[in-house]
T-cell receptor, first 113, second 115 residues
Framework: GENVEQHPSTLSVQEGDSAVIKCTYSDSASNYFPWYKQELGKRPQLIIDIRSNVGEKKDQRIAVTLNKTAKHFSLHITETQPEDSAVYFC????????????FGKGTRLSVIA | EPEVTQTPSHQVTQMGQEVILRCVPISNHLYFYWYRQILGQKVEFLVSFYNNEISEKSEIFDDQFSVERPDGSNFTLKIRSTKLEDSAMYFCASFRDRGVNTEAFFGQGTRLTVV
């Protein structure tokens, strides 16, 4: 089955700086890698995902990069804002196919104004 | 926008009691999941359900747990004899399919407190 490692566990950045969160996965057959944002007391929500046929995907200030050879993928947030403060989880499929998802341990991002 | 709804939002129960957590998935979704999140920790997979049967389950999902879709809309998680360590937020999630575009839609969660 899939094992997802995520780091750092906590990250503090100044407003306007960039934040990078990294995840590694174990199953080379995995082909779908989403990132979820969880604000305090709320449900996880998908913010961006990437599939194994591309190396990078960008959506405004958020981007995800994938290195299939090294089996790692990263979330990049540029020009961080206080509302980016949350816990971010990476995920990968438990087995071949896209579901169910196994989540990393999460990164608590704090953006300091 | 359609969403997954869960009830109750908060459940307090005594150790050893049975609890049933309820979820109404998005209507055209086919795959349903329960996840658990102990306070401050990661989201952990419990069980997946498709075509009225369990398709996968984790080590956490032992004989104390069961799932059911009794009426074609509700999807329930039952814990037969709760333990203190069952205290957590339980999220239901639904997926449209197992294909490439499979975003997990989470409910708002049920906070279970076992005392």
């Amino acid at each position: 089955g899939e094992n997802v490692e995520q780091h750092p566990s906590t990250l503090s950045v100044q407003e306007g700086d960039s934040a990078v969160i990294k995840c590694t996965y174990s199953d080379s057959a995995s082909n779908y890698f989403p990132w979820y944002k969880q604000e305090l007391g709320k449900r996880p929500q998908l913010i961006i995902d990437i599939r194994s046929n591309v190396g990078e995907k960008k959506d405004q200030r958020i981007a995800v990069t994938l290195n299939k050879t090294a089996k790692h993928f990263s979330l990049h947030i540029t020009e961080t804002q206080p509302e980016d403060s949350a816990v971010y989880f990476c995920a990968a499929p438990l087995s071949s196919g896209n579901t169910p998802l196994v989540f990393g341990k999460g990164t608590r991002l704090s953006v300091i104004a | 926008e359609p969403e997954v709804t869960q009830t109750p939002s908060h459940q307090v129960t005594q150790m050893g009691q049975e609890v049933i957590l309820r979820c109404v998935p998005i209507s055209n979704h086919l795959y349903f999941y329960w996840y658990r999140q102990i306070l401050g920790q990661k989201v952990e997979f419990l069980v997946s359900f498709y075509n009225n049967e369990i398709s996968e389950k984790s080590e956490i999902f032992d004989d104390q747990f069961s799932v059911e879709r009794p009426d074609g809309s509700n999807f329930t998680l039952k814990i037969r004899s709760t333990k203190l360590e069952d205290s957590a937020m339980y999220f239901c999630a639904s997926f449209r399919d197992r294909g490439v575009n499979t975003e997990a839609f989470f409910g708002q969660g049920t906070r279970l407190t076992v005392v």
